[in-house]
């Protein structure tokens, strides 16, 4: 009997000590930047919220090609705290956006995607678009 409850107290106390974790929930998993003008301001963020009951950890931000660059926020995020994500992109780039940034944590979820869309649009338009 002695013997069962001490494997019961252990597996109750492993249990215990997983059960605390960081959760990482974003306010939006895409940012879009509609139609913008070449050369235009390209900073923008993913907001987020640690929902766990642990403090969470970001480890890399990265992104899918070079033309985007984020940033990491520095140190843990207590649980119930909220931080962001920087994304700049290279608006001198015309053409559609669609990238993908990845982060990656110690949340229960340790690798989440991000999407960045939208669309860069030339300094010169042609005749039937100013119509």
């Not at 597996?11 to 003008?37: H, L, P, R």
């Not at 926020?73 to 207590?78: E, F, M, R, Y």
């Not at 015309?94 to 949340?107: C, E, H, L």
């Given at each position: 009997m002695k013997k069962l409850a001490i494997m019961a107290l252990v597996a109750f106390i492993g249990f215990a000590a997983q059960a605390q974790q960081a959760k990482i929930s974003f306010k939006e998993d895409t940012v879009d930047y509609g139609t913008i003008a070449k050369g235009s301001d390209g900073v923008r963020v993913f907001e987020f919220t640690n929902t766990g009951d642990a403090p969470l950890i970001i480890s890399d931000v990265k992104s899918s090609c070079g033309c985007t660059v984020p940033k990491?926020?520095?140190?843990?995020?207590?649980?119930?705290?909220?931080?962001?994500?920087?994304?700049?992109?290279?608006?001198?780039?015309?053409?559609?956006?669609?990238?993908?940034?990845?982060?990656?944590?110690?949340?229960?979820?340790?690798?989440?995607?991000?999407?960045?869309?939208?669309?860069?649009?030339?300094?010169?338009?042609?005749?039937?678009?100013?119509?």
């Amino acid at each position: 009997m002695k013997k069962l409850a001490i494997m019961a107290l252990v597996a109750f106390i492993g249990f215990a000590a997983q059960a605390q974790q960081a959760k990482i929930s974003f306010k939006e998993d895409t940012v879009d930047y509609g139609t913008i003008a070449k050369g235009s301001d390209g900073v923008r963020v993913f907001e987020f919220t640690n929902t766990g009951d642990a403090p969470l950890i970001i480890s890399d931000v990265k992104s899918s090609c070079g033309c985007t660059v984020p940033k990491k926020p520095d140190g843990p995020i207590a649980p119930g705290a909220s931080s962001t994500i920087q994304v700049k992109y290279d608006t001198n780039r015309v053409g559609p956006i669609r990238k993908t940034v990845t982060v990656y944590s110690n949340a229960s979820e340790p690798m989440v995607a991000l999407k960045i869309k939208g669309e860069v649009m030339s300094d010169t338009s042609s005749v039937l678009e100013k119509s």
